[in-house]
């Protein structure tokens, strides 16, 4: 199977993919058991990217970094002319490959978030998926697993012989938890960020024309503003930095190469 092609977005190889896309390879990689990694990204894991070469080169061993935020959609769509008519929404497909999961009786393992968080997103998968086979959750504690807590929860999921491994442990620990773990894991792990909290009905989603316009930021910042000023200001900041300099450089080599004689 192959995957979407990507783009060197900013540093970062994200992939030029639809949300139909994507669920359609993310399937053909869980039903052929092929171990894979998965990432939505977003203005946030892009700064983070910018920050941490560690991080940076996890994404970069990623088979799909689809475009979770709009800005990262438009920014693909500028740079490469993508012409991407939506995002990849993190909780938009997780819903849609555990609605799949259900009608093919793929396996699915849910890691990350707090444990009430967790019981209530198993409840309402279930109440909207009654088939689906949910055959291991577990909420890990904030601090890092030691070695033997590490190796026994890969054994967990493993064992569980799960497809299809959710991943909301909130970038860029997902991720790095994910690229860490592509050998050992043999399903294939999907990084989805605050999706246990909206899906579980714990958080709001921002309204639909908000996340069209791009404004989903502005509806959690104000949600949660002690929590997330920092990480908007600092994320923000950092994307239109970078891009008005890409930018700019493309001006300035057009520029050039019209300018040079024929």
Known sequence: ???????????????????????????????AKRPSLV??????GLAEAQR??????ALASFDLVAPDGQPVRWALNLLFGTKLRDRVYGPALMERLCARAARERIGIYLYGGRPEVLALLRERLLERHPELRIVGAESPPFRALSTAEDAATVERIERSGAGLVFIGLGCPKQE??????AGHISAVQVCVGAAFDFLAGAKPM????????????????????????RRYLVANSVFLAQLA??????????SITEGEPS
């Open 1 to 31: 199977m192959s995957w979407p092609a990507r783009h060197l977005l900013l540093g970062v190889p994200v992939s030029a993919v639809s949300c139909a896309e994507a669920e359609r390879a993310v399937l053909a990689a869980a039903r």
């Open 206 to 229: 921002a309204p639909r024309w908000m996340q069209a316009r791009g404004l989903e930021w502005l509806f959690r910042l104000a949600s949660e503003p002690r929590r997330l000023w």
């Open 176 to 181: 790095l938890f994910a690229a860490a773990h």
């Open 245 to 254: 300099r890409e930018l700019t450089r493309r001006a300035l080599r057009t």
């Open 39 to 44: 990432d939505h990204l977003s203005v946030h």
């Open 52 to 57: 941490d070469p560690a991080f940076r080169e």
